[in-house]
């Protein structure tokens, strides 16, 4: 530590009499309200004058009043104490609020957390859903969760395993007769999503056929998107058969938009909820949790009665 270093020390460890001094215009009474006996004030101040090698206080007739250094201290031993009082609520708040920014990918906001906010809200959980397709900067306050979908882990963060994630052709209703099969002519119009193709996710439609063991694929890829919600909704358009994932389908086959037509395969990735290990010790990660796990086991029962997972 060099000799700047230990000054700075020095006078972090004297802010709170240095705040004191100023506000009381008296050593005696900053003493008393620091728990410090007027001599100790004295000597500290006369430690920290020789260390900073000029004076901090005049004496007057009725108080202390610092000089031009002494107040440039004293301002600072004040923005000092405000931001430590500032950092000790914004401490409370994080564990006991239960408003939060949840950091979700473009495709899984529009699809599944939007529709499950009303009952996010009726849980007492007040959600600010930031949309952002990268994973965002939790140690950097950009939110304090994130929900992701990979194959983890996710290094330096906490991550709870939500649920595996299985792939699922899609298609407007009566767009494609019977299920998908290998085929070696055109077949049917495939719609995909360019990101899963090279994310490392395995959100693909080669992964989807190398776990069918299909020989050939059941059509071509006509049309490729840059999100999966939007191939899903090229899907509801009429415009092909869109390789859907779950989490992101089920409300659009419950309500009659889409229809499953092909059995569902297994990805190698997953859904998690990522924080910094130090949020996911708070009250406020603990109900995010807790809520999410109770929509997985919502999800869950949808397929159930949507389709039958391997």
Not at 39 to 45: G, P
Request: glycine letters at 10%; hydrophobic letters at 40%.
């Amino acid at each position: 530590m060099n000799s700047d270093d230990a000054l700075r020390d020095r006078l972090m460890q004297n802010a709170t009499l240095l705040n004191a001094i100023l506000e009381e215009g008296n050593f005696s009474r900053a003493g008393s309200a620091v728990g410090l006996e007027q001599s100790a004030v004295s000597h500290r101040i006369k430690s920290l004058e020789t260390a900073l090698g000029t004076k901090l206080f005049e004496r007057t007739t009725r108080r202390i009043v610092p000089t031009e250094a002494g107040r440039i201290v004293c301002e600072a031993a004040q923005r000092c104490q405000e931001i430590w009082g500032s950092a000790l609520v914004r401490i409370a708040d994080v564990k006991t609020s239960r408003t939060l920014r949840l950091s979700v990918s473009s495709s899984l906001a529009m699809k599944w957390i939007v529709p499950a906010l009303q009952r996010a809200q009726a849980d007492g959980l007040d959600l600010v859903v930031d949309v952002e397709d990268r994973l965002a900067d939790l140690h950097g306050g950009e939110s304090q969760a994130a929900i992701r979908y990979g194959v983890g882990p996710y290094p330096g963060f906490h991550a709870d395993a939500l649920i595996h994630a299985h792939l699922v052709p899609v298609a407007r209703p009566g767009l494609v007769s019977g299920s998908l099969a290998p085929a070696s002519g055109n077949g049917v119009p495939l719609l995909a999503d360019s990101s899963g193709e090279t994310d490392g996710t395995g959100f693909s439609w080669s992964a989807y056929f190398d776990g069918r063991n299909w020989p050939g694929a059941p059509g071509k890829i006509t049309n490729s998107f840059a999100r999966a919600d939007l191939a899903i909704q090229a899907a509801i358009s009429g415009m092909g058969v869109a390789l859907g994932r779950t989490l992101l389908i089920e409300n659009d086959i419950e309500a009659g938009f889409l229809e499953v037509v092909g059995k569902p395969v297994a990805s190698k990735a997953r859904y998690w909820l990522v924080t910094t290990a130090s949020y996911s010790e708070t009250e406020g990660y603990r109900h995010l949790r807790d809520w999410i796990r109770r929509e997985i086991d919502t999800a869950r029962r949808q397929h159930e009665d949507l389709f039958s997972l391997p």
